[in-house]
Protein backbone atom coordinates (compact mmCIF):
# COMPACT_ATOMS: atom_id res chain seq x y z
CA UNK A 1 0.00 0.00 0.00
CA UNK A 2 2.89 2.29 0.73
CA UNK A 3 4.74 1.55 -2.30
CA UNK A 4 0.87 2.39 -4.02
CA UNK A 5 1.15 6.07 -2.64
CA UNK A 6 4.82 6.12 -3.26
CA UNK A 7 3.91 5.38 -7.20
CA UNK A 8 0.72 8.12 -7.21
CA UNK A 9 2.57 10.86 -5.57
CA UNK A 10 5.91 10.38 -7.90
CA UNK A 11 3.11 10.61 -10.68
CA UNK A 12 1.69 13.57 -9.10
CA UNK A 13 4.97 15.60 -9.02
CA UNK A 14 5.76 14.76 -12.73
CA UNK A 15 2.59 15.81 -14.09
CA UNK A 16 2.81 18.83 -11.99
CA UNK A 17 6.02 19.48 -13.36
CA UNK A 18 4.97 18.92 -16.86
CA UNK A 19 2.27 21.46 -16.48
CA UNK A 20 4.84 24.11 -14.89
CA UNK A 21 6.74 23.44 -18.00
CA UNK A 22 4.04 24.13 -20.27
CA UNK A 23 2.74 27.27 -18.38
CA UNK A 24 6.47 28.60 -17.81
CA UNK A 25 6.44 31.02 -21.02
CA UNK A 26 3.06 31.91 -20.56
CA UNK A 27 3.54 32.35 -16.42
CA UNK A 28 6.59 34.37 -16.95
CA UNK A 29 4.37 36.51 -19.37
CA UNK A 30 1.18 37.18 -17.03
CA UNK A 31 3.73 37.80 -14.03
CA UNK A 32 5.74 40.75 -15.90
CA UNK A 33 2.06 41.81 -16.87
CA UNK A 34 0.43 41.88 -13.98
CA UNK A 35 3.78 43.95 -12.75
CA UNK A 36 3.14 46.68 -14.99
CA UNK A 37 6.00 45.45 -17.36
CA UNK A 38 6.57 45.60 -21.22
CA UNK A 39 7.89 42.17 -22.22
CA UNK A 40 10.60 42.12 -25.10
CA UNK A 41 9.78 38.49 -26.43
CA UNK A 42 12.50 37.12 -28.51
CA UNK A 43 11.21 34.30 -30.58
CA UNK A 44 13.68 31.76 -31.88
CA UNK A 45 13.84 27.97 -32.34
CA UNK A 46 16.62 25.53 -33.45
CA UNK A 47 18.40 26.36 -35.80
CA UNK A 48 18.09 29.41 -36.27
CA UNK A 49 21.34 31.59 -36.91
CA UNK A 50 21.47 35.45 -34.65
CA UNK A 51 19.60 34.25 -31.71
CA UNK A 52 21.81 35.44 -29.47
CA UNK A 53 22.18 39.04 -31.21
CA UNK A 54 18.36 39.01 -30.93
CA UNK A 55 18.65 38.55 -27.39
CA UNK A 56 21.65 41.26 -27.18
CA UNK A 57 19.64 43.84 -29.04
CA UNK A 58 16.45 42.92 -26.43
CA UNK A 59 18.24 43.40 -22.99
CA UNK A 60 19.70 46.62 -24.89
CA UNK A 61 16.20 47.86 -25.00
CA UNK A 62 15.14 46.68 -21.48
CA UNK A 63 17.59 48.99 -20.62
CA UNK A 64 16.05 51.75 -21.69
CA UNK A 65 12.67 51.16 -21.43
CA UNK A 66 11.64 51.15 -17.59
CA UNK A 67 9.40 48.93 -16.40
CA UNK A 68 10.55 45.96 -18.95
CA UNK A 69 11.67 42.76 -19.32
CA UNK A 70 13.04 40.03 -21.86
CA UNK A 71 12.02 36.75 -22.21
CA UNK A 72 12.62 33.98 -24.77
CA UNK A 73 10.51 31.79 -26.57
CA UNK A 74 11.20 28.16 -28.62
CA UNK A 75 8.32 28.77 -31.73
CA UNK A 76 8.87 24.68 -32.10
CA UNK A 77 8.27 23.56 -28.53
CA UNK A 78 4.77 22.21 -28.46
CA UNK A 79 3.98 23.87 -25.07
CA UNK A 80 3.89 27.61 -26.83
CA UNK A 81 1.60 26.55 -30.02
CA UNK A 82 -0.90 28.90 -27.87
CA UNK A 83 1.37 31.77 -28.03
CA UNK A 84 2.43 30.95 -31.72
CA UNK A 85 -1.43 31.25 -32.67
CA UNK A 86 -2.54 34.70 -30.47
CA UNK A 87 0.18 36.29 -31.37
CA UNK A 88 0.71 35.11 -35.05
CA UNK A 89 3.91 33.97 -35.31
CA UNK A 90 3.99 30.55 -36.96
CA UNK A 91 5.04 31.94 -40.58
CA UNK A 92 7.05 35.20 -38.84
CA UNK A 93 10.81 34.90 -39.81
CA UNK A 94 12.87 34.06 -36.71
CA UNK A 95 14.45 35.38 -34.33
CA UNK A 96 11.90 37.70 -34.07
CA UNK A 97 11.76 40.46 -31.17
CA UNK A 98 7.76 41.27 -30.40
CA UNK A 99 6.90 44.08 -27.98
CA UNK A 100 4.09 42.59 -25.59
CA UNK A 101 2.51 45.59 -23.71
CA UNK A 102 1.52 45.33 -20.25
CA UNK A 103 -2.17 44.28 -20.93
CA UNK A 104 -0.54 41.26 -22.90
CA UNK A 105 -1.24 42.65 -26.36
CA UNK A 106 1.72 43.01 -29.14
CA UNK A 107 2.59 46.16 -29.58
CA UNK A 108 4.88 45.24 -33.03
CA UNK A 109 7.72 43.55 -33.87
CA UNK A 110 10.44 43.26 -35.86
CA UNK A 111 13.21 40.84 -36.83
CA UNK A 112 16.59 40.88 -35.49
CA UNK A 113 18.35 41.67 -38.43
CA UNK A 114 15.70 44.74 -38.63
CA UNK A 115 15.74 45.79 -34.97
CA UNK A 116 17.39 48.41 -32.91
CA UNK A 117 16.75 49.13 -29.21
CA UNK A 118 15.66 52.57 -29.95
CA UNK A 119 12.93 50.93 -32.58
CA UNK A 120 11.93 48.68 -29.84
CA UNK A 121 11.02 51.05 -27.29
CA UNK A 122 9.34 53.13 -29.36
CA UNK A 123 6.82 50.09 -30.11
CA UNK A 124 5.85 50.31 -27.00
CA UNK A 125 2.46 51.28 -26.96
CA UNK A 126 1.31 54.04 -24.74
CA UNK A 127 -1.65 52.88 -21.99
CA UNK A 128 -4.44 54.16 -24.07
CA UNK A 129 -3.27 52.58 -27.36
CA UNK A 130 -2.29 49.30 -25.64
CA UNK A 131 -6.38 49.70 -25.24
CA UNK A 132 -7.05 50.09 -28.41
CA UNK A 133 -4.83 47.55 -29.30
CA UNK A 134 -6.42 45.37 -26.61
CA UNK A 135 -10.31 45.82 -28.12
CA UNK A 136 -8.59 45.22 -32.06
CA UNK A 137 -7.07 41.87 -31.28
CA UNK A 138 -10.98 41.09 -29.65
CA UNK A 139 -12.01 42.06 -33.30
CA UNK A 140 -14.07 44.84 -31.77
CA UNK A 141 -14.21 48.15 -33.48
CA UNK A 142 -12.95 51.63 -31.79
CA UNK A 143 -14.20 54.57 -30.93
CA UNK A 144 -11.91 57.12 -29.55
CA UNK A 145 -12.31 60.52 -28.11
CA UNK A 146 -9.58 62.94 -27.53
CA UNK A 147 -10.91 65.70 -25.07
CA UNK A 148 -10.71 68.18 -21.82
CA UNK A 149 -12.77 67.82 -18.67
CA UNK A 150 -13.28 71.77 -19.35
CA UNK A 151 -15.30 71.13 -23.34
CA UNK A 152 -18.75 71.49 -22.69
CA UNK A 153 -20.15 68.73 -24.95
CA UNK A 154 -17.86 65.87 -23.60
CA UNK A 155 -20.57 64.11 -21.67
CA UNK A 156 -22.92 64.41 -24.53
CA UNK A 157 -20.07 63.11 -26.91
CA UNK A 158 -19.26 60.34 -24.50
CA UNK A 159 -23.20 59.59 -23.88
CA UNK A 160 -23.46 58.87 -27.40
CA UNK A 161 -20.61 56.40 -27.99
CA UNK A 162 -21.79 54.24 -25.02
CA UNK A 163 -25.06 54.22 -27.23
CA UNK A 164 -23.04 53.08 -30.57
CA UNK A 165 -21.64 50.32 -28.50
CA UNK A 166 -25.04 49.11 -26.78
CA UNK A 167 -26.39 49.30 -30.48
CA UNK A 168 -23.53 47.16 -31.95
CA UNK A 169 -24.53 45.00 -29.20
CA UNK A 170 -20.76 45.47 -27.46
CA UNK A 171 -18.92 44.60 -30.93
CA UNK A 172 -17.36 47.73 -30.20
CA UNK A 173 -15.54 49.83 -27.51
CA UNK A 174 -15.34 53.50 -26.33
CA UNK A 175 -11.67 54.60 -25.28
CA UNK A 176 -11.57 58.20 -23.66
CA UNK A 177 -7.96 59.99 -23.98
CA UNK A 178 -7.04 63.88 -22.37
CA UNK A 179 -5.90 66.14 -25.07
CA UNK A 180 -2.95 67.27 -22.70
CA UNK A 181 -1.88 63.59 -21.33
CA UNK A 182 2.21 64.23 -22.84
CA UNK A 183 2.16 60.16 -23.10
CA UNK A 184 -0.28 59.88 -25.42
CA UNK A 185 0.41 62.54 -27.74
CA UNK A 186 2.25 60.34 -30.25
CA UNK A 187 -0.78 58.30 -30.39
CA UNK A 188 -3.17 61.15 -30.80
CA UNK A 189 -0.95 62.61 -33.58
CA UNK A 190 -1.34 59.00 -35.22
CA UNK A 191 -5.48 59.25 -35.23
CA UNK A 192 -4.79 62.67 -37.02
CA UNK A 193 -6.33 64.16 -33.71
CA UNK A 194 -5.48 68.02 -33.83
CA UNK A 195 -5.25 68.46 -30.04
CA UNK A 196 -5.76 72.55 -30.79
CA UNK A 197 -9.38 71.75 -31.45
CA UNK A 198 -11.95 73.52 -28.62
CA UNK A 199 -14.15 70.51 -28.94
CA UNK A 200 -13.93 66.10 -28.26
CA UNK A 201 -12.83 64.91 -31.07
CA UNK A 202 -13.63 61.67 -31.76
CA UNK A 203 -11.89 58.62 -34.26
CA UNK A 204 -13.74 55.83 -35.57
CA UNK A 205 -11.64 52.72 -35.85
CA UNK A 206 -13.05 49.30 -37.51
CA UNK A 207 -12.61 45.88 -37.11
CA UNK A 208 -9.71 46.39 -40.36
CA UNK A 209 -7.49 48.51 -38.32
CA UNK A 210 -8.90 51.22 -40.29
CA UNK A 211 -9.51 54.96 -39.39
CA UNK A 212 -12.96 55.41 -41.42
CA UNK A 213 -14.27 58.07 -39.62
CA UNK A 214 -12.86 61.31 -37.52
CA UNK A 215 -15.88 64.07 -36.13
CA UNK A 216 -15.51 67.10 -34.42
CA UNK A 217 -18.07 67.65 -31.64
CA UNK A 218 -21.59 65.91 -30.79
CA UNK A 219 -22.31 63.72 -33.57
CA UNK A 220 -25.17 60.96 -34.05
CA UNK A 221 -25.03 57.59 -32.93
CA UNK A 222 -25.94 56.26 -36.47
CA UNK A 223 -22.84 57.92 -38.01
CA UNK A 224 -20.83 56.25 -35.46
CA UNK A 225 -21.83 52.90 -36.23
CA UNK A 226 -21.90 53.73 -39.80
CA UNK A 227 -18.13 54.74 -39.31
CA UNK A 228 -17.16 51.60 -37.26
CA UNK A 229 -19.19 49.11 -39.62
CA UNK A 230 -17.83 50.57 -43.41
CA UNK A 231 -14.95 48.48 -45.61
CA UNK A 232 -12.13 51.33 -46.01
CA UNK A 233 -8.51 51.91 -46.95
CA UNK A 234 -7.48 54.43 -44.19
CA UNK A 235 -4.57 54.16 -41.86
CA UNK A 236 -3.91 51.81 -39.50
CA UNK A 237 -3.70 53.32 -35.95
CA UNK A 238 0.17 52.88 -35.67
CA UNK A 239 -0.01 55.34 -38.29
CA UNK A 240 1.78 53.28 -40.79
CA UNK A 241 0.72 55.25 -43.87
CA UNK A 242 1.58 58.74 -44.34
CA UNK A 243 -1.62 61.57 -45.33
CA UNK A 244 -4.46 58.72 -44.42
CA UNK A 245 -7.24 58.31 -42.90
CA UNK A 246 -10.56 60.66 -43.68
CA UNK A 247 -10.61 64.41 -42.91
CA UNK A 248 -12.52 65.70 -39.29
CA UNK A 249 -15.90 66.61 -40.33
CA UNK A 250 -18.29 68.18 -37.92
CA UNK A 251 -20.72 65.34 -36.07
CA UNK A 252 -24.01 66.15 -36.89
Known amino acids: MKKAVNYLLMGVLVLASYNTIWASVQSDIEKANKEGKTVFLVVTEPGVTGAEKAVSIAKQANKKATKSTVIEMNRADS ?75 RAKVFDTCKAACSQMKNNAVFVSIDMDDKKESSFLAQLKVNTLSTEPVTAVINTQRRITGSFNGPVEVMKLVQAATKKASGCCPDGSKKGCGPSNQKGK
Do not use: C, H, W
Request: charged residues 20%.
Open 79 to 153: TNSQLVKKYRLAGAQLPLILVVSSNGVAGGGLPADRATPEILVQLIPSPKKAEVFQALSENKSVFVVASRKSMTD
